[in-house]
């Protein structure tokens, strides 16, 4: 079965500087692998998805970028932060016994 | 604007009784429908699904209906218990593209009184 590990699990960072979160799959591949980000009182916005290595599709225009140098990693940066990035990241992957997502743990970026 | 949508940010309901859940969705395109639940500062867990050749998928406590000519889907949970309490996301996507980019609703908190 698939799993996904994402880190870190809490992050807090100034305004201005950089980001970098990680999102590894375990137990598939070739996987389509997907970044959303839950903000305060919204549901859950696709930030980016990438089908394989160097694709990368962004779907909302923002002060983040993604890259996926690996078949199972994703990596989603920015190199300055803004007060409006704070949210809950996830990572997500297809498959499984359904036609939905697998999503990581999550990451809590705080922007101060 | 705003594909899938939850219309009601909260519902309390007690326990043993039915929890009914409710999702619109604007994409007449959209065939393959989810529903996640979510505990704060975890990652959504997938609950039920449903294609659009369905009407009604059932598992065990869960189940999804379908209305298409509305659409509409709603999940109901019978009976509801107090570790159901948590936020439902329904979610929507055209499967058949191979994207598999799914549109979430804004979530329901589900509160479920002992």
């Known amino acids: 079965s698939q799993t996904i590990h994402q880190w870190p699990a809490t992050l807090v960072q100034p305004v201005g500087s950089p980001l970098s979160l990680e999102c590894t799959v375990e137990g598939t591949s070739n996987p389509n692998l997907y970044w959303y980000r839950q903000a305060a009182g919204r549901g859950l916005q696709l930030l980016f998805y990438?089908?394989?290595?160097?694709?990368i599709s962004s779907e909302v225009p923002q002060n983040l970028s993604a890259s996926r140098p690996q078949d199972r990693q994703f990596i989603l940066s920015s190199k300055k932060l803004l007060l409006s990035d704070s949210g809950f990241y996830l990572c997500?992957?297809?498959?499984?016994?359904?036609?939905?997502?697998?999503f990581g743990s999550g990451t809590r970026l705080t922007v101060v | 604007d705003q594909q899938v949508k939850q219309n009601s940010p909260s519902l309390s309901v007690q326990e043993g009784r039915i929890s009914i859940l409710n999702c619109d969705y604007t994409?007449?395109?959209?065939?393959?429908f989810l529903w996640y639940k979510k505990y704060p500062a975890e990652g959504p867990t997938f609950l039920i699904s449903i294609s659009s050749i369905k009407d009604k998928n059932e598992d065990g406590r869960f189940t999804v209906f379908l209305n298409k000519s509305a659409k509409h889907l709603s999940l109901h949970i019978v009976p509801s218990q107090p570790g159901d309490s948590a936020v439902y996301f329904c979610a929507a996507s055209r499967v058949t593209s191979g994207t598999y980019k799914y549109i979430f609703g804004t979530g329901t908190r589900l509160k479920v009184l002992a």
């Open positions: 994409n007449s395109m959209f065939d393959y």
């Open positions: 997500a992957t297809t498959g499984g016994r359904h036609y939905g997502y697998t």
């Open positions: 990438s089908v394989g290595i160097g694709q």
